[in-house]
């Protein structure tokens, strides 16, 4: 069993905000991220997302990224990035109980 940490994976698989245009470190990024994932995290290992997962505006936007997110290996704990719109404060509970296979921490939760 492992602890992993990583950060600013602003995925776009429902907006047209694509990585790409941020240079060729960033190409198919989410293919690097399915790859390297599958490499090295298991399913005993926990993952803590440090936040900007997407860059959807609301959680319709979002529902494609965060699937994303619950199909890799590893159990998943989310922290809100200045980029998660979708993510309102004060709804973290209605989104754990939405994703129970995920764990949004937020504040005092």
Same mark, same amino acid.
């Given at each position: 069993m492992?602890?992993?940490?990583?950060?600013d994976?602003?995925?776009?698989?429902? +907006?047209?905000? +694509?990585?790409?245009?941020?240079?060729e470190v960033w190409m @198919?990024?989410?293919?690097?991220?399915?790859k390297n994932f599958s490499e090295e995290i298991t399913?005993?290992?926990t993952l803590i997302l440090v936040g900007d997962h997407s860059w959807g505006r609301n959680l319709t936007?979002?529902?494609?990224?965060?699937d994303f997110i619950r199909s890799l290996p590893g159990?998943?704990?989310l922290t809100r990035? @200045?980029?998660d719109l979708f993510w309102d404060v004060k709804k973290t509970g209605k989104l754990n109980r939405r994703y129970p296979?995920?764990?949004f921490l937020q504040s005092d939760y």
């Amino acid at each position: 069993m492992a602890l992993y940490a990583i950060g600013d994976l602003h995925l776009s698989f429902s +907006s047209d905000k +694509s990585m790409d245009r941020f240079g060729e470190v960033w190409m @198919n990024h989410t293919d690097q991220i399915v790859k390297n994932f599958s490499e090295e995290i298991t399913d005993e290992d926990t993952l803590i997302l440090v936040g900007d997962h997407s860059w959807g505006r609301n959680l319709t936007e979002c529902e494609k990224d965060l699937d994303f997110i619950r199909s890799l290996p590893g159990r998943k704990i989310l922290t809100r990035g @200045n980029h998660d719109l979708f993510w309102d404060v004060k709804k973290t509970g209605k989104l754990n109980r939405r994703y129970p296979d995920l764990l949004f921490l937020q504040s005092d939760y």
